[in-house]
């Protein structure tokens, strides 16, 4: 099914008021504010249920649920965008489908077929298209599963039941209002080498202490984690280095998460004929980079996009980076390129 299929139509309580929905979503915090309609699908010995949507509402859980305890929890996070010819499209579901099986892999979760996943963000995306803003904002969708086994004694062994369900919310431009500061961490990396590559909660949590420090100490938005020198990624995105239309991004390793974005911009800064390296990245690098007259900095995920980096700090040393005019900045060509194309604006086949 795709979200233009209207044969999916929701059987429980639409959005009660949509326009006060939207007009809440335009002021909140991203991710605060939530469309009342979620897709849901349960599996257990007997296999995955048929999806279905249910009004938003809290659930409960038993207090011995397995993802409680002992982390047996991943998520997705992608956007539907308003398209020129009026449809509500998802940006590349079935990549973010992948992710998800590769997270509940590394985490022993029954992994979710492709089509479960896209179907659950379809359905997720037609039942809220009514609080679904238009560009440059979207509906904000986090698949979602949790190990539901209960038990507080299988530390040592993984859930076989699980939920999986997709939250939408609807969200405005993401875009941070200046550039942003970031702390280059050189004693820690982001999480284990293990988990790198699985989008779930325990990840975050590792890296939160440091960022929290990043704030208090340096005033900073994010830390960018490089362990013994070499750049991995920050606490929620991918970097990338911009000269011109040279660009620079780590290569993919298991260290970090394989970012949709990052992907996505790598191939339409190819298709523009932009030079583009994937390799190791140091600190040095970072460094030198930064102090090029007119290179940019930038982060990369599925929230922003794109969002500009500022000010490295390093040490003891703040690097603040050249300021480009908006008019001037590939990296702000490169993110309103892909906008086009997750609008339908301009046709772009991903590889
Ligand atoms: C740790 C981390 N790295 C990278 C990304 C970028 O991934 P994506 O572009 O798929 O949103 C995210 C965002 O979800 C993230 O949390």
Redesign the pocket.
Known sequence: MTSSDSSTAPTQTPNSDPAAILQAAATAPFGTVFGEVMSVARVDDGGWTAPSLESLASFSLHPGTHALHYGSSCFE?LKAHRTIDGGIRPFRPDKHAARLQQSCGRLLLPPPPTELVTELIDMAVAANASVTPPAPGSLYLRPTMLGTDITIGAAAYPSHSAILYVLACPVGDYLPPRPLTIVVETEIP?TTPQFGVV?TGA?YAMALGRIDRARREHQADQVLFAPDGIVQ?T????VLLLDGEHLVTPELTDA??H????DSLLQVARSLGWKVEERTVTVDDCIEWAQRPGAEVGL???AAVIAQVGTLVIGDRRIDLATRDAADSKLVELRRTLGEIQTGARSFTFA
């Open positions: 996070g982001r989008k990840n990624e606490g929620a995105a991918n970090f998460l970012g949709v974005t990052r990369m995920g599925t």
